[in-house]
């Protein structure tokens, strides 16, 4: 887990705020993703980027934009955050090679949105 | 639309029994599906693949069998330990792209 770091661990916030919610991975992988994680429900992928300049929507990317300023860097960010937003985010990396297309996850960050 | 279901219902387990969970999944064609282990706090950590074309696939204790005709995938955990208790999570890829659809998990309690 120490390969892909997340900060914030934890945040709470107002309803209407901007959060930005960091990821870094010294994994040298070209893959990341954004997931979120509510109870009952499992993971469920906001968005994706397989390279530096290719950024690509998951299933609930409404209300989220991301930024890949790097290969190791991708970022969350939160345009204006609402209670239903409070969730567990995590980033992950995965490398095309070898084919297991294993994800490797970060520590996740715990987000409260009052 | 799609959907994956795992157990909700915690499996408790005593020391030693073989603890079996279940991933079922409908409207999917998954090409491969990995299983994940996710502690309290953490992230989920890649455990297995199975393949589409695959019946079984074993990693130390681990055992995960995959049949497509049913739609379901059985993992097992033989002569379980209590640190094996942690919330499992199946998964369900279709290529090598590495997007994934994850089920809730189950999560499995052993006790000595």
């Known amino acids: 887990d120490a390969d892909v770091t997340q900060t914030p661990r934890n945040r709470i916030t107002k309803t209407g705020k901007r959060i930005m919610l960091e990821c870094s991975q010294t994994k040298g992988h070209d893959r990341m993703y954004w997931y979120r994680q509510d109870p009952g429900l499992g993971l469920r992928l906001i968005y994706y980027?397989?390279?530096?300049?290719?950024?690509n929507k998951g299933e609930i990317s409404d209300g989220y934009s991301v930024s890949r300023q790097a290969q190791a860097k991708f970022s969350l960010s939160l345009e204006s955050a609402i209670p239903n937003q409070t969730a567990l985010y995590f980033c992950?990396?995965?490398?095309?090679?070898?084919?297991?297309?294993?994800?490797?996850f970060g520590p996740g960050t715990r987000l409260t949105v009052l | 639309s799609q959907k994956i279901e795992q157990n909700s219902e915690a499996l408790n387990i005593q020391e030693g029994k073989t603890a079996t969970l279940t991933c079922n999944y409908t409207?999917?064609?998954?090409?491969?599906l990995q299983w994940y282990r996710q502690d309290p706090g953490r992230g989920p950590v890649f455990l297995l693949l199975i393949r589409e074309n695959e019946k079984e696939k074993r990693k130390e204790r681990l055992k995960v069998t995959f049949d497509t005709t049913l739609k379901q995938s059985l993992f097992h955990i033989t002569a379980s330990q209590p640190a094996d208790s942690a919330t499992y999570l199946c998964?369900?890829?279709?290529?090598?792209?590495?997007?994934?659809?994850f089920g809730a998990g189950t999560q499995v309690v052993v006790t000595p």
């Open positions: 998964a369900l890829g279709r290529d090598s792209w590495g997007k994934l659809q």
């Open positions: 992950a990396t995965s490398d095309p090679q070898p084919s297991s297309n294993e994800q490797f």
């Open positions: 980027s397989f390279d530096v300049k290719d950024i």
């Open positions: 409207n999917y064609s998954p090409a491969y």
